[in-house]
């Protein structure tokens, strides 16, 4: 076993690790900070933002660079973020009450189950795109849905990642305030950035041929 190289694979991981309780943190001070309702949108695009510019290995002051984004991003961030968070609400307030009827309730509740997972697919595209492309805010969600269509692997797998994580959380409630939701949206936007990578290689090589 190359020792070195094991040494230098875990010291990355546990700075990655490091970075996914920072980024959860200063989602949830931000998210806070707004009262809730007014500091989710903000706060989401601005942890987007910052994870991807770690994913592309930029130097940058996390704190105030989070706050720069988030203050841009005030109006905008709440106009992409707040409806599809209104509306995964209302979809699992419906769940949790279709579930407490019985199983006379069982296809209302497995159409509701699957119009969540649906929103899940397509919102697991919307925060990366709208960090890396440059779009009227209105293109944001459908883009996000052609590509969930379009790329049935790749959604499958973030929802895979999400599951994953939200079934640890589950398991351990301590982890949502620790590490859950900066390790989703840093988790998310890595997947994401290799996705768009190979849709726009694949874009280009048509481009060309």
């Known amino acids: 076993m190359n020792h070195p190289a094991m040494s230098i694979r875990i010291q990355a991981a546990c700075s990655e ?7 959860n943190l200063m989602w949830l001070v931000f998210t806070l ?14 942890a987007y933002t910052l994870a991807r510019r770690h ?29 599809a968070a209104a509306l995964a609400t209302v979809l699992f307030g419906n769940y949790l009450y279709l579930s407490a009827l019985g199983p006379s309730m069982g296809a ?3 159409a509701t189950f699957v119009a969540l997972l649906a929103l899940a697919g ?26 969930a ?15 994953a994580i939200a079934y640890a959380t589950s398991a351990a409630p301590i982890l949502a305030p620790l590490i859950s939701f900066g ?5 998310n936007t890595w ?12 874009l280009h090589s048509k481009g060309n041929s």
């Open 17 to 23: 690790l490091i970075w996914a309780v920072r980024l």
């Open 108 to 110: 209302l509740r497995i």
């Open 55 to 83: 994913v592309r290995n930029e130097t940058f002051h996390a704190w105030a660079e989070f706050w720069t984004v988030y203050r841009r991003e005030f109006v905008r961030g709440s106009l992409l973020v707040l409806p």
């Open 191 to 202: 997947l994401c950035q290799r996705f768009f990578a190979e849709n726009e290689a694949q």
């Open 149 to 163: 269509l379009m790329r049935p692997a790749s959604s499958v797998l973030l929802l895979l990642a999400l599951l």
């Open 33 to 46: 900070a707004g009262g809730v309702v007014l500091g989710l949108g903000p706060a989401t695009v601005a």
């Open 122 to 147: 397509v919102g697991a595209y919307a925060g990366p795109l709208y960090v890396h492309y440059d779009l009227p805010l209105r293109a944001y969600w459908p883009k996000a849905a052609q590509l």
């Open 183 to 187: 390790a989703w949206i840093y988790l």
